[in-house]
């Protein structure tokens, strides 16, 4: 079945320093991809989203990649300040799914001063 | 403008008693609804979705329900909760249709605790 999962449980950086979440999926026919943030309480916010027809998508100070190869992709976040300190969450669907988004358990990011 | 309410935000009930958390969504018509719950330092698990009033799907088993009476509210609930019911649970919508047509917009949460 569909699975998306993340390698890393928690990853601390230092403020200024670029940061990798990364997150793999099991289904090759996932074709839409969504990185979420979630601070403390509340609930999920979008940052950005990549389908399968594309390996690249940039945003302000993110950017996400996409290896239908190894089925693998990754959140990079540039420049990385305090306010950046939440959960991230990668998400799949299918074509089709209602946006059907299946998340992984979530990547706790930590910027220290 | 968008918006999506839900309520409410925090939650304490005892076992076995009843439960209804309410979801609605403003500025947008025909929206797909979802609400998800998410255990503590987990993932978020869908567990019901809807393309329409009165439609819809239950993703998991489980001790809960969900209603749409009209377009824009969504309604979880139970009859008798269980200790394994407590978590936060997330009511989201996106853009109506049967395409993945982008992001999915969460509520606030509710969270909720079974004693």
């Known amino acids: 079945g569909e699975s998306v999962g993340l390698h890393l449980p928690t990853l601390s950086v230092q403020e200024g320093d670029n940061s990798i979440i990364n997150c793999a999926y099991s289904n090759s026919a996932s074709d839409y991809f969504i990185w979420y943030k979630q601070e403390s309480g509340k609930g999920p916010q979008f940052i950005i989203d990549?389908?399968?027809?594309?390996d690249k998508r940039q945003g302000q100070r993110v950017t996400v990649l996409l290896n239908k190869t190894v089925k693998h992709l990754s959140l990079q976040i540039a420049a990385t300040q305090p306010g950046d300190s939440a959960v991230y969450f990668c998400a799949g669907a299918l074509s089709g799914g209602y946006n059907k988004l299946i998340f992984g358990a979530g990547t706790r990011l930590a910027v220290h001063p | 403008s968008q918006t999506i309410h839900q309520w409410p935000a925090t939650l304490v009930q005892p076992v076995g008693s009843p439960l209804s958390l309410e979801c609605t969504v403003e500025g947008t018509s025909n929206p797909n609804l979802y609400w998800y719950r998410q255990a503590a330092g987990r993932g978020l698990q869908l567990l019901f979705y809807s393309v329409g009033i009165g439609q819809i799907s239950s993703e998991v088993p489980q001790n809960l329900s969900a209603s749409r009476p009209q377009d824009r509210q969504f309604i979880l609930s139970s009859k008798k909760l269980l200790l394994s019911d407590s978590g936060f649970y997330l009511c989201a919508w996106s853009v109506g249709g049967t395409v993945n047509t982008g992001e999915l917009f969460f509520g606030e949460g509710s969270r909720l605790t079974v004693l």
């Open positions: 990549i389908r399968s027809n594309m």
